[in-house]
Every structure is written in C-alpha cells, then in structure tokens.
C-alpha cells in the first residue's frame, strides 16, 4: 500500500480507542460482516476510516434497542467493500425510518398500555394484554372482572370461545 492509502486506513487498535469499542466487538462485528478490514503481509488488520461511522451507528442503534441483524439489514443497501457515499447513507435512513417509526409506536403503545394495566388490578401473567398479546378476549373484557369471565365461560362455553 501507498503512503497515501496507508493514511486511509487505521489497524484494529486505533479503531477500537477511537470508536469505544473493544477489540473483541470489532472482530465480531466483522464476523457478523457490519464492518470490514484488509489484511497487510503481516496478516494485520487495517480498517478504513469510514468504518468509524459504522461503528458509531452500530453502537447507537444497540443503545435504542436495534438488533445487531436489523443494522445488518439497513447497511445492505450501502456498496459492499466500499465507502458509502453521503447519498448511500441519505437511502439507508430514509429506509431505517419507517423501521424506526414502527418501533417508536410500538413502544408509545407499551407505555400507555403499561399504564392502564397498573391500574387494572388482575395480576394474571396467563391473561394480560401485556403478556398475552393474542388474547381473543381482550376485546371484551379486561381487569379484574375477566376472571369472572373465565369463571362463566368455563362453565357454560366450550373450548371454542374465541371463535365467535
């Protein structure tokens, strides 16, 4: 390599201190192929400088709750083994929007339901909207008084409850 290309690309250590990232981090996100490295004749690493920013959308999606496989899927629209240009990065956003979008609803949806299940009183990890998102009987009734439901229903009803 060139003096000039040799500028353009920092080893493993440089850019571990410089990303606060560990060493072992960056050798696994190589191996999950989120970044990537040349090897000198010595079998080195050397990494380009824009693997910085990489890094650092790598640590800011962990820090928000983003899989390591969901940035994986938002960097499959940059070039591979090259530096993605200020337009590359402009289509992978846009794309990681909605993403984000979804994920923010999401959890504003949790927080207000969080709220509401406090208050609710029925202590039941079987039949709580929160744990049990898929409950056919959510809709028609909710609290404490669903165990009354239950009570009913396993009396008078059989196993096909939900199907009405």
Not at 16 to 36: D, M
Not at 41 to 59: D, E, F, H, S, W
Not at 69 to 81: R, S, Y
Not at 97 to 107: C, N
């Amino acid at each position: 390599m060139s003096e000039n290309s040799m500028q353009a690309f920092i080893g493993i250590g440089e850019l571990a201190k410089r990303s606060g990232v560990s060493v072992a981090s960056l050798r696994f996100y190589e191996e999950k192929q989120l970044i990537w490295s040349t090897r000198t004749n010595g079998n080195q690493r050397r990494y380009l400088r824009a693997m910085l920013r990489r890094v650092a959308i790598i640590k800011v999606a962990q820090s928000v709750g983003i899989s390591l496989d969901e940035v994986k899927q938002a960097f499959a629209v940059l070039p591979d083994h090259q530096v993605a240009s200020k337009q590359d990065w402009q289509r992978m956003s846009s794309l990681w929007k909605t993403q984000l979008d979804e994920k923010i609803q999401t959890l504003l949806q949790l927080r207000q339901q969080l709220d509401w299940c406090i208050g609710c009183g029925c202590l039941s990890l079987e039949q709580c909207p929160l744990r049990n998102p898929d409950d056919c009987l959510a809709e028609k009734s909710a609290g404490a008084h669903f165990q009354q439901i239950l009570a009913l229903l396993d009396a008078s009803v059989s196993s096909d409850v939900c199907s009405d």
